[in-house]
């Protein structure tokens, strides 16, 4: 465990996600500063909260006028989506110690998940490594919201451009499944499902609700045509025992 | 933001973010997971990816102020679709939705 191959490795699956983090990191840090937050402050939340869309979430809310406990269940709520990612690492992280389970799943994000788990189903990744991807991020977005929020309105990147590097990371990790017709079921539902929630007013546990109608659609997909849903289930099943120390 | 309204912000968002993060690894880890329930983890990155898509992309009302704002980020987000496709690279993904985003703001003023 963190040898020195295994932080290497890491870090060059790191890399892009940094990168990322820098382009979205340095906008985040500049709308904290407009709101009136020090760097401590967009230190604390990018540490111990670690969430893009969250910290995006709280000075847009807090400009728009809502109050504190609106905000917090907003972020909340949005954040629910972090039950889904936790729950399917738990077969790699079977056989990892408390802590080190425990550390990992506390710094996942949409982009490392993504990552990471690209990186299980191809065999040869393991816990630690998936949390120096995850630690490694981490320090990329804490270092990059605490510049922004230094600078502050120094520098005027338009926040809706820099924003859209997100965007684009999750049309990437979206493109990359694998689509089968399980998948593309649970793919299409979701969307459809994200809409409609906002179209009904439930913008804030919209992606939540979205993501869960869209795997059990395609859970129901895969019952009802059982033979051409297969391939779905491998990803799944590959990935456990994958942990070589 | 006074300091009181960021405490309890930030200790809020915490609490229910690690709890989100956190709990749900520990009341599954170590056990044999049932078949049905593996597949709907592998059914999960699919689903999740394109809900945060769909989140990023769609509203609705979206046309309301005209088709060339709402149009830009679509453009842009097939643009990142095909780099994705061709390239599998996060990084080239994000330069490229990035770039294409600012042209068409750009010369859409």
């Not at chain 1, 807090?62 to 909340?76: N, Y």
């Not at chain 1, 684009?168 to 990790?173: D, Q, V």
């Not at chain 2, 880890?29 to 329930?37: I, N, Q, T, V, Y």
Request: hydrophobic letters at 60%; charged letters at 10%.
């Amino acid at each position: 465990m963190f040898s020195r191959e295994h932080i290497l490795s890491a870090f060059s699956a790191a890399v892009p996600i940094m990168l990322g983090y820098v382009a979205i990191g340095l906008p985040c840090g500049i709308l904290g500063n407009t709101i009136g937050l020090n760097p401590l402050q967009v230190a604390l939340l990018s540490i111990l909260l670690y969430s893009g869309a969250g910290q995006f979430m709280i000075p847009n809310m807090f400009l728009a006028g809502s109050g504190v406990a609106a905000i917090t269940a907003s972020v909340s709520l949005v954040n629910t989506r972090q039950m889904l990612y936790a729950a399917s690492f738990a077969p790699q992280c079977a056989d990892s110690p408390r802590w080190l389970s425990a550390l990992f799943a506390a710094s996942v994000t949409d982009e490392s998940y993504g990552v990471n788990t690209a990186r299980f189903a191809e065999g040869n990744w393991s816990v630690d490594r998936a949390l120096m991807v995850n630690l490694f991020s981490q320090s990329s977005w804490t270092i990059s919201n605490i510049v922004g929020c230094a600078v502050g309105a120094a520098v005027d990147i338009p926040v809706s451009i820099a924003a859209f590097a997100m965007t684009a990371i999750f049309i990437c990790l979206l493109v990359t499944q694998k689509f089968t017709s399980a998948n593309i079921v649970a793919m299409v539902v979701a969307m459809a499902g994200v809409y409609l929630c906002k179209a009904l007013g439930l913008t804030g546990p919209a992606i939540l609700i979205g993501a869960i109608a869209g795997v059990v659609c395609a859970l129901a997909f895969s019952a009802i045509f059982p033979r051409r849903a297969t391939p779905a289930t491998t990803a799944a099943a590959q990935t456990s025992g994958g942990d070589d120390r | 933001m006074s300091w009181n309204e960021f405490w309890f912000v930030l200790v809020g968002c915490v609490l229910a973010m690690w709890a989100c993060r956190v709990i749900p690894l520990f009341l599954l880890k170590g056990r044999e997971l049932p078949d049905r329930l593996a597949q709907a983890l592998g059914f999960i990155p699919p689903a999740a990816f394109a809900a945060l898509v769909a989140n990023d992309l769609l509203n609705p009302g979206m046309f309301d102020a005209g088709v060339w704002p709402a149009a830009i980020p679509l453009v842009a987000a097939v643009a990142s679709a095909l780099v994705a496709a061709k390239t599998r690279s996060l990084l080239w993904t994000a330069v490229t939705g990035v770039a294409v985003y600012a042209a068409l703001a750009f010369f859409a003023v």
